[in-house]
Structures are given as C-alpha cells and as structure tokens.
C-alpha cells in the first residue's frame, strides 16, 4: 500500500473511531480493510508470480491481508506440539526449487512432468451466477446488474494468454496441475485469504498475522491438526460437545485419544453445572484422570447434531476457561454461514456478515483458536477443498504434514473454483452466493419444523375399568350393573425439538419412555423398532439415530438414543415435505402399537455395520 493510501486510511480510521456510530464503524472499517486489500493486490500484481517453492517458503506472511491497525503477536504456544510434528524435517529438494525460477535456469532437478505432456488442454464448466437462488421478490436492481455482468460459462487454458493484463492472477492448467504450493494455488488463496480475514472475521482478528492454508475440507484439516497437536502417548484427552459429529469422534478415537464429553444446551457446549466445561476442569484430579486436555474439539454454528449457535458471550467465557486451563479450541465450522431467524428477507452482503455470529477466531488474543472451513456446503463436498487458520506456529506444522501426506487440493478443483471465485462471481458474488443459499436453506427448515411441530402431539385416550355397586329394582332385576369405563383424555407430546439456530439438522427428541411397551430396560430396542417403521415401505423416511452422535459409550447407552437426526438438506422441497409428514404419522402410529411389527437386526439402522466402502458417506 502506497503511504499516501496508508495515511489516508489511517486518517478515516482515526475519524470513525472518534465520532461515528459504533454500527457505521464496523462497515466503514469493512470498507477500509477491503481498499488496503485492493490496493495490495495492485501492488502484487507487478511482482513476478512466486514458484511453488517461494509460496511455500512465505505461508506465515499473511501481513499483507490484515487491517491497518497493528496486532500483537500471539503467543508462543509450541509447547502443544506433538513429537511428530517437532521431528518434520524441511525438504531436502525444496531448497533447490528457488533457482528454477532463475531466468535461463535449465530445470534438471525437478521430477515434474512438461505441461506439453499433460493431456488436458482446457477445462470448461457452466456455472449457475451467484444470485441464482434470488426469488423475484428479492431482486435488487444491483443484484439483477451482477447477473447480466457476470457470464456463467468460463474455460480454462493450459496457458495464460499471451497479453495477460494480470499474469500473477491468471489461472491455467499448466500451473494448476502441475506439482504446486502445498498451502494452494496462489490466485485461490489469496482469495481465500482476503475473504476469511476481511469479510468472514471482519478484519477483528486480534493478533498479528493468522496464517491460512488449503485443505482437502475439514475431515483433512482436523485429521491433519491433530496430528500436529495431539499425542496419545502422552496421555492425551480431547474435550467435545457431548453430542457430536461422529467423523471427528472416529478421528481421536482411532488414534487412542480418549474423548472427554462436554454438557451441551440448544447453543452449544454448555461452561456451568458438573458436567459443563468449567465443572470439568475445576474438578480434574491429574492423579486420578491423568494429564488435563489441553484440545478443545467444537462445532459450534449449526453443531452436529443439534444445531446450537454459541453466543459471543457463551464463547467469551469458554475461551476465558481455555486461556485459564491452556487449551486449544479447534473449531470446526462448515455451517457457519446457515445461520437462521435473524433476517426477515435477504440482507445485503455487509449486513449479512456482520449479523452473523462470530467465530472464536475473533477473540482469539492469543493464537489458541484452529479454525477450519471447507466449501463442501457451500459449493460441493466432492469438491474437497477447504481451509485452515490460525496460529503461524501450528499452521506451518500442518503445512508441512501436508507435504509429506496430500501435498495440495487437486489442482483440478482449485482451478475450477478458483476461476468461478475469483474471476467470475468475485468478492461479493461469492458473499452473495453465501447469503442467498442460506435462505434456500432456512426455508427448508421451516418446511420441516412446521410438519414437525403440526405432527408431535397424539390424544390419548385411557379407559379404566371400575366396578361399583349394582343396583338392582324391587323385583330383583339388574338396573345399572355398576361396570364402567373411565375415559381419561390427554394431550401428550410424542417428541419435542429445538427449532435450528443454523446448520442443517433438526435434533429430535423422542419420548419412547411413554411407549407401552418402554420397560425401563430396552431404550436402544425400541429406538430400532421405531426406525424400523420409519423405513418401513409405507414411510420410507430414514433418519439418522442419535446414538451415532455419542461423544462416548457412555452417552451412546444412557442418552443419545432418544435422538434422531433430521437433515433438510438432502432432499428437494417436495420430498421433503412428503417426509416430513410421514415422519409425524409414523411416530404416531408406531406409539399406537401394542406390538413391535418386526424385529430386524441391529445392522439395519448402520449403528453395527462394518462400513461398505462403495457407499456413499454420510456426514
Ligand atoms: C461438523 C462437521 N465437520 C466436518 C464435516 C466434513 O467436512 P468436509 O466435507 O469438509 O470434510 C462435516 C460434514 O458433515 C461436519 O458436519
């Protein structure tokens, strides 16, 4: 950024904080964060485009990307490496690859094939425009300029043009596939960058220089990061929600790190109580329970499963806990954007991202917080492409695992979103995007919530059998014989949920306890038999059984069974309301029953089958 450009944001800065509204404030700073960003690019666009090697080299240098205001650095926090992340040694060839980009250096080091031999000479796709998903109603005069600008059909060539007015921002085949930069394809990540610091955290996040590479999604990122963080040689524990996506328990559990299950509420993870994260932490006996966890697990907008939102002042406190304990929140975030109730038509992108909910990353002072985002809810989960940010010190760990495991995101898919991000839909495109398909998908939920909700309460109806006295004529005949019913009517709620504060579930909770077949024993059984209706040929409505979401055994046996997991995501609209409804119906009837139709065994519902590989996954 040129000084005069500098001294200027410096000035405006200087003039909102001393006397413009708080509200106008963030957008203005919004507004300062993008220019610096603007004007950097400008700048970079002059350099000559770094080699895989020298991006690789630069991953903590993000400075470029942060707000005019300076941070302090974040702490120092390698104590939390794991020995297998301090044992990565730096590549032996890497080192070498600097004096490729020398001019007139023959390259005979490098064990990369010649683009001439790649086979692919363009990539092509059409793409829907960024407000696609604008009802009518909807439509801005803005909204409906972007998409007359925008063309939704873009091919990539091998080469970049000859006359490239930006050679540093163009994106072709014969870099994109090629061996890369490990932290991802220059023009993509600089993109990623810019949004995660400047739009997604709002320029507030507190330390100097967050470090942001490409995953492979958030299954890669959280793998990779606990690799670099976590040791169950040393006794390692990690905390969770007590109801949890089960991908990220399969992940600690098969490394042998025990999962320390964290009470939760309708927001998330809950800091009171016994169970809570304070009462877990108070009351840790290292003698008695071995080395506190210092690795906070969280999902925490739209969790998975019960669609909580943390508030900023729930996450104020369990960070102040964390900063306490010394731990580190790894925060797992794709849903981040599903966030429901707070718009009553689509705002414009400024207003959508500063209502949105932060993310701990902006409180984060210390560099503690590990955040990871993928684009598989927001474009595609075949795309498998994501990031990670955070501390420079654990992210340049993760990176360089990465080069010893995926190296990079298919250069193919970087390509591709790249060209529609950055080229095609740009900065408010992408955000349009963002905002838009949250209110595709808050419609499907209220879809669903209100099927849901017309469907969880059943009169019942009790008769009991009393005997009074019979009453009988002069002449000995029977009068009234004295046998009657009682009829007892009571409205009961079969199931009761939280109507989502984001994500894409809806967490059920089913009362089986009033069941009259429920002995007090068999919760898990009569959890199947409902399943079993559920999908039975009448329904067809599978559901996900809760007990997948335990953070351990124990809460798989005393209480994730109660639970289903409902997604409005996977379905159209139609089907979602023929769903929806037979879900209602079927527990209704399956109450009604005074025997359980069929038993079939445990592996129906998946809880006990070995996975078959050639399924699709389910998230
Ligand atoms: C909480 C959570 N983390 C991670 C994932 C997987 O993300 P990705 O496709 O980026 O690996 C999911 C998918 O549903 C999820 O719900």
């Avoid at 205001?69 to 044992?87: A, C, E, M, V, Y």
């Avoid at 009802?135 to 490239?164: A, C, D, E, M, R």
Wanted: glycine share 6%; net charge negative; proline share 6%.
């Amino acid at each position: 950024m040129s000084s005069v450009s500098h001294d200027l944001a410096f000035f405006l800065k200087h003039f909102v904080e001393c006397s413009v509204r708080p509200q106008l404030q963030l957008q203005l700073q919004l507004q300062l964060s993008t220019t610096s960003s603007l004007a950097e690019r400008n700048y970079n666009a002059n350099q000559l485009r770094p080699t895989a090697s020298e991006k690789m080299d630069k991953v903590e240098d993000n400075s470029k990307f942060l707000p005019v205001t300076p941070r302090p650095k974040p702490l120092d926090l390698s104590h939390h490496l794991s020995p297998l992340s301090r044992r990565f040694k730096p590549s032996k060839l890497k080192g070498l690859y600097k004096y490729g980009a020398i001019p007139g250096m023959a390259n005979l080091a490098g064990g990369m094939p010649h683009p001439s031999f790649f086979p692919f000479e363009t990539l092509s796709a059409s793409a829907l425009t960024s407000n696609h998903f604008t009802t009518s109603l909807h439509t801005t005069f803005l909204q409906l300029l972007v998409s007359i600008k925008k063309p939704s059909h873009f091919t990539i060539p091998k080469y970049p043009p000859p006359n490239s007015p930006d050679p540093s921002t163009d994106v072709y085949l014969a870099s994109a596939l090629q061996y890369g930069a490990c932290d991802g394809l220059p023009v993509l990540l600089d993109f990623v960058k810019d949004f995660a610091v400047n739009y997604q955290h709002q320029g507030k996040i507190p330390y100097d220089s967050p470090s942001v590479i490409l995953t492979c999604g958030n299954t890669d990122g959280f793998h990779k990061a606990l690799e670099v963080l976590a040791d169950p040689y040393r006794g390692d524990k990690i905390l969770m929600e007590k109801f949890v996506y089960s991908g990220a328990v399969n992940t600690v559990a098969c490394r042998g790190i025990d999962v320390v299950p964290v009470d939760v509420d309708k927001e998330g993870m809950i800091v009171e109580g016994d169970d809570g994260l304070q009462g877990i932490l108070e009351s840790w006996d290292v003698r008695r329970d071995g080395p506190r966890p210092h690795l906070l697990y969280t999902v925490t907008m739209g969790q998975n499963p019960t669609s909580g939102v943390l508030s900023l002042k729930r996450r104020k406190q369990i960070y102040a806990l964390c900063q306490k304990y010394d731990i580190i929140i790894l925060e797992d975030d794709p849903y981040w954007f599903l966030q429901y109730d707070l718009f009553t038509e689509v705002p414009d992108n400024d207003t959508f991202l500063s209502t949105l909910v932060p993310s701990y990353m902006t409180i984060d002072t210390d560099g503690r917080v590990v955040r990871f985002d993928t684009f598989s809810k927001t474009m595609a989960p075949g795309c498998r492409l994501g990031w990670i940010i955070g501390h420079p010190t654990i992210i340049d760990r993760v990176l360089k695992l990465s080069e010893l495991t995926t190296q990079m995101p298919s250069g193919a898919i970087q390509a591709l979103v790249a060209k529609l991000l950055v080229h095609t839909w740009t900065m408010s495109g992408w955000i349009t995007w963002l905002s838009l398909l949250r209110h595709q998908y808050e419609s499907r939920m209220n879809t669903l919530c209100i099927a849901l909700e017309a469907g969880k309460t059943v009169t019942m109806i009790h008769l009991k059998n009393i005997r009074l006295k019979e009453i009988v004529d002069q002449d000995g005949n029977v009068i009234d014989s004295g046998k009657y019913s009682l009829v007892h009517k009571a409205v009961k709620e079969l199931y009761e949920f939280e109507r989502p504060m984001g994500g894409m579930f809806v967490w059920v909770r089913v009362y089986f306890e009033i069941h009259r077949l429920y002995d007090g024993m068999n919760g898990r059984e009569i959890m199947k038999a409902l399943w079993d209706y559920l999908t039975g040929e009448e329904l067809r409505c599978l559901v996900c059984p809760g007990q997948v979401f335990g953070a351990n055994d124990e809460i798989e046996e005393r209480e994730a069974w109660k639970y289903f997991r409902l997604s409005f995501a996977a379905v159209d609209e139609t089907e979602l309301k023929r769903a929806s409804v037979a879900f209602g119906n079927g527990v209704k009837e399956f109450f009604e029953l005074q025997e359980f139709p069929k038993k079939g065994d445990e592996e129906s519902t998946g809880l006990n089958a070995e996975a078959d590989l050639r399924v699709p996954h389910f998230c």
